[in-house]
């Protein structure tokens, strides 16, 4: 055997070693991965080699001819199986392409078994190619020329490759791009030796026949890809089963109990905590419509309702029936299954709110899940409750009680004042009764809020002024403009806040329209009340009438119900100021909060 044809059987030799694993893989494995595929691919090229290895062997160009034919069949094959691997690893080829392939390398080597004369190859041209190699030695090939089919043959093989470049490209757009660049090369490989080899039998030049050496060179790049992603497979699987393991492990020691339905409402999964929760074994509950598991059916409607309309609720509460009958309170967390084909199609993920309002286009109609037992939540919750319930009948009984006691001292304090020969003595004791009943006021409203922690005190006013008007029987004469925002007031600000305003009324009431004044405008006495930008409340106390003495400091004055008002502002954290040209108006700013 001449020394260059030995070099093809080597090479046939590494296309079989190559080919085992694969085929091994393809046979076991039949999920349609390529590797049967690929490993039929080196068969052929080994295949392709052993007629090489035959046709460098031969003394004459005559004897060439049946391993050109063989070498001619190989390649149509080797095209056949190369676009094979391709369709399955890629899965971008229609089956009608990979189909038309097989007809025309089938019909391909059928004219080469089959001859036809000189169109496949013409037997009577001769031609010898010796190439001349480093250190002397020297490569002699003895063929036949080819005729018109196989010279078609090689063109449609060149566009073959340039077809399988399109779908490679396709690939790599396709998320593919690193695995897919790895087989651009080796395609590209491919083709520069089929190139060479083309432009050797249209006499451009004399070199070495390269295809073979293209081909091997293509297997072995393949190859070595492919082993790298059965070795990142392996490590994969190996992550897979430890995710798993460690799933399995979290899914059983869960004490919430996960579920899973499908479209129709079965439970095709849930955890072991189902046994503690309710008594069930979960092979008691799997494959059962979950309905049965609700207590009251239309919870579960609604939960359906919601998970179509929202695609996830959380703290959804229910109530469920255990295996022994009785009934548990569980929230309940959970988000609509979506359908696999909607997935691959990129749709919007639950809870997104742009959910299709027609579900069955996007929800495949299954919940998946989480219950947790708030059984004991919902004790606590309900003696909260209960004590709740129980201290603000207290507190308003208490408010009550105080408000009477008020009441009670009021009614004293007006029996002294009828008993008093001297004016100056009542008057202190119906200003002392007016205050009382400022302080009575509130506990009086608090007793019959819902809330006895705060108290409207825009409402609180209005009853309050309108009390003193008619106290000092002014409701004729004077008009009450009450400009009132709802303000809720704790009562550590109500009551200083109701003194103050006391006290400013009732000297407006004393002095601010005496009888002699002549005024020519209508009596008013305005309430303001509004909150302010930095969580500050405004009061206001004004009137039209004859306003401040002549030189007397509102701020510095020696009147006692003056300094308790300076006193009960400072108390509440506020400042007090005045404004207005007719009449007095006082301003007071406070911070809503206690301090």
Same mark, same amino acid.
């Not at 890629?90 to 169109?119: E, R």
């Not at 990142?232 to 899973?260: G, H, M, N, P, W």
């Not at 609720?313 to 696999?340: C, K, N, P, Q, Y």
């Given at each position: 055997?001449?020394?260059?044809?030995?070099?093809?059987?080597?090479?046939?030799?590494?296309?079989?070693?190559?080919?085992?694993?694969?085929?091994?893989?393809?046979?076991?494995?039949?999920?349609?991965?390529?590797?049967?595929?690929?490993?039929?691919?080196?068969?052929?090229?080994m295949?392709y080699?052993?007629?090489?290895?035959?046709?460098?062997?031969?003394?004459g160009?005559?004897?060439s001819?049946?391993?050109?034919?063989?070498?001619?069949i190989?390649?149509?094959?080797? *095209?056949?199986?190369?676009?094979?691997?391709?369709?399955?690893?890629?899965?971008?080829?229609?089956?009608?392409?990979?189909?038309?392939?097989?007809?025309?390398?089938?019909?391909?080597?059928?004219?080469?078994?089959?001859?036809?004369?000189?169109?496949?190859w013409e037997?009577?041209?001769?031609?010898?190619?010796?190439?001349?190699?480093?250190?002397?030695?020297?490569?002699?090939?003895?063929?036949?020329?080819?005729?018109?089919?196989?010279?078609?043959?090689?063109?449609?093989?060149l566009a073959?490759?340039?077809?399988?470049?399109?779908?490679?490209?396709?690939?790599?757009?396709?998320?593919?791009?690193?695995?897919?660049?790895?087989?651009?090369?080796?395609?590209?490989?491919?083709?520069a030796?089929?190139?060479?080899?083309?432009?050797?039998?249209?006499?451009l030049?004399?070199?070495?026949?390269?295809?073979?050496?293209?081909?091997?060179?293509?297997?072995?790049?393949?190859?070595?890809?492919?082993?790298?992603l059965?070795?990142?497979?392996?490590?994969?699987?190996?992550?897979?089963?430890?995710?798993?393991?460690?799933?399995r492990?979290?899914?059983?020691?869960l004490?919430?109990?996960?579920?899973?339905?499908?479209?129709?409402?079965?439970?095709?999964?849930?955890?072991?905590?189902?046994?503690?929760?309710?008594?069930?074994?979960?092979?008691?509950?799997?494959?059962?419509?979950?309905?049965?598991?609700?207590?009251?059916?239309?919870?579960r409607?609604?939960?359906?309702t919601?998970?179509r309309?929202?695609?996830?609720?959380?703290?959804?509460?229910?109530?469920?029936?255990? *295996?022994?009958?009785?009934?548990?309170?569980?929230?309940?967390?959970?988000?609509?299954?979506?359908?696999?084909?909607?997935?691959?199609?990129?749709?919007?993920?639950?809870?997104?709110?742009?959910?299709?309002?027609? *579900?069955?286009?996007?929800w495949?109609?299954?919940?998946?899940?989480t219950?947790?037992?708030v059984?004991?939540r919902?004790?606590?919750?309900?003696?909260?409750?209960?004590?709740?319930e129980?201290?603000?009948?207290?507190?308003?009984?208490?408010?009550?009680?105080?408000?009477?006691?008020?009441?009670?001292?009021?009614?004293?304090?007006?029996?002294?004042?009828?008993?008093?020969g001297?004016?100056?003595?009542?008057?202190?004791?119906?200003?002392?009764?007016?205050?009382?009943?400022?302080?009575?006021l509130?506990?009086?409203?608090?007793?019959?809020?819902?809330?006895?922690?705060?108290?409207?005190?825009?409402k609180?006013l209005?009853?309050?002024?309108?009390?003193?008007?008619?106290?000092?029987?002014?409701?004729?004469?004077?008009?009450?403009?009450?400009?009132?925002?709802?303000?809720?007031?704790t009562?550590?600000?109500?009551?200083?806040?109701?003194l103050?305003?006391?006290?400013l009324?009732?000297?407006?009431l004393?002095?601010?329209?005496?009888?002699?004044?002549?005024?020519?405008?209508?009596?008013?006495?305005?309430?303001?009340?509004?909150?302010?930008?930095?969580?500050?409340?405004?009061?206001?106390?004004?009137?039209?009438?004859?306003?401040?003495?002549?030189?007397?400091?509102?701020?510095?004055?020696?009147?006692?119900?003056?300094?308790?008002?300076?006193?009960?502002?400072?108390?509440?954290?506020?400042?007090?100021?005045?404004?207005?040209?007719?009449?007095?108006?006082?301003?007071?700013?406070?911070?809503?909060?206690?301090?």
């Amino acid at each position: 055997m001449k020394l260059y044809a030995v070099f093809p059987l080597m090479m046939s030799a590494v296309c079989l070693t190559v080919a085992v694993n694969p085929l091994l893989l393809g046979i076991r494995k039949k999920n349609g991965d390529g590797s049967l595929a690929f490993a039929v691919n080196c068969l052929v090229v080994m295949a392709y080699c052993l007629a090489c290895a035959g046709q460098y062997d031969v003394d004459g160009p005559g004897q060439s001819l049946p391993w050109l034919r063989l070498e001619a069949i190989a390649l149509n094959l080797a *095209g056949f199986t190369l676009a094979w691997f391709l369709a399955e690893l890629t899965a971008m080829m229609p089956k009608t392409h990979l189909a038309a392939i097989l007809l025309w390398s089938a019909t391909n080597a059928i004219v080469q078994l089959v001859g036809f004369g000189d169109l496949t190859w013409e037997s009577a041209t001769s031609i010898v190619h010796t190439v001349g190699l480093p250190f002397g030695a020297t490569v002699v090939y003895r063929e036949v020329g080819s005729g018109i089919l196989t010279d078609i043959q090689h063109l449609a093989g060149l566009a073959l490759f340039v077809y399988f470049f399109s779908i490679l490209v396709r690939y790599s757009r396709n998320g593919h791009r690193h695995e897919a660049g790895k087989l651009l090369v080796a395609l590209f490989i491919l083709l520069a030796g089929y190139a060479n080899d083309l432009a050797i039998n249209l006499g451009l030049y004399s070199s070495l026949y390269l295809a073979e050496y293209a081909w091997l060179s293509m297997i072995v790049l393949v190859g070595f890809q492919r082993a790298g992603l059965i070795v990142e497979s392996t490590q994969a699987k190996r992550a897979l089963a430890e995710s798993e393991r460690r799933y399995r492990s979290i899914f059983e020691s869960l004490q919430d109990v996960y579920f899973r339905t499908d479209g129709d409402g079965i439970i095709r999964l849930i955890s072991p905590s189902v046994r503690g929760f309710l008594g069930y074994e979960p092979e008691e509950v799997i494959g059962k419509p979950d309905s049965f598991l609700y207590d009251d059916k239309g919870q579960r409607d609604n939960l359906y309702t919601r998970v179509r309309r929202f695609g996830a609720v959380s703290d959804f509460e229910v109530r469920l029936r255990a *295996g022994d009958s009785s009934l548990r309170d569980a929230s309940l967390s959970a988000h609509a299954v979506r359908d696999m084909e909607e997935t691959a199609r990129g749709s919007p993920s639950p809870g997104s709110g742009i959910m299709p309002k027609s *579900g069955p286009d996007y929800w495949s109609g299954g919940v998946e899940g989480t219950f947790r037992d708030v059984s004991d939540r919902k004790r606590v919750e309900e003696d909260l409750r209960v004590s709740l319930e129980e201290k603000n009948v207290l507190l308003k009984e208490i408010h009550h009680r105080v408000k009477n006691n008020l009441q009670v001292i009021s009614s004293l304090l007006y029996l002294q004042e009828k008993n008093m020969g001297d004016p100056k003595f009542a008057a202190v004791m119906e200003e002392c009764r007016s205050q009382i009943n400022s302080m009575a006021l509130i506990h009086d409203d608090l007793y019959q809020s819902r809330d006895v922690r705060k108290i409207d005190f825009g409402k609180y006013l209005k009853n309050l002024v309108s009390r003193l008007i008619a106290s000092y029987r002014r409701t004729e004469s004077i008009a009450f403009i009450p400009v009132v925002e709802e303000i809720s007031l704790t009562i550590e600000k109500a009551i200083p806040c109701g003194l103050i305003v006391n006290e400013l009324c009732s000297n407006t009431l004393k002095y601010a329209f005496p009888p002699d004044s002549r005024l020519e405008r209508k009596p008013e006495l305005r309430i303001g009340l509004r909150r302010l930008e930095d969580d500050r409340v405004s009061l206001t106390v004004a009137d039209n009438g004859v306003g401040l003495p002549e030189g007397m400091d509102f701020v510095r004055s020696p009147s006692l119900g003056l300094q308790i008002v300076q006193r009960l502002v400072h108390q509440i954290g506020g400042s007090i100021r005045t404004e207005g040209k007719t009449g007095v108006g006082v301003v007071i700013e406070f911070p809503e909060q206690v301090g």
